[in-house]
């Protein structure tokens, strides 16, 4: 996996999240919502974003949780697309942000965190997950 997310600042303590004991997760890894409080890796672009591994979870060591932060200051990788300080962070990809589009973005969930820089495709920024 690539892009992981970096933490730069702790704000707030990991928590336990459920997800597949057999499959393994990278630290930084940005995880999605699935029902019953499950999450997985993202993929695509417009998911129900859950928060950002605290460690790594390595495939079958027998762990079906994983500690995972649900706020910090993060630096992330922009996808394709741009970045805008201010601006609402949403998923673009397997650990990659964009800008948010619209209101619905947040109405569905998609928000992850705000932009505290500008950035274009490829480059690295400060998004403050949780908060917008």
Known sequence: ?????????????????VV??????????????????VGSI???ADETFLGITKIEKIA???NAKVATFFGGIFKVVVGTGTAT?????????????????DDGDIAEGLVAGKFLESGTTGETVLMFLGKF
């Open 42 to 44: 993202s993929t695509t």
């Open 85 to 101: 300080k201010g601006f609402n962070a949403v998923l673009s990809g397997e650990n990659l942000f964009i800008n948010a589009t």
């Open 60 to 62: 079958s060591d027998g």
């Open 20 to 37: 597949d004991e057999a499959g393994a997760l990278p630290k930084g890894s940005c995880l999605i919502l699935a029902d019953g409080f």
């Open 1 to 17: 996996m690539s892009n992981e997310a970096i933490l730069m600042w702790e704000t707030e303590l990991a928590i336990p999240v």
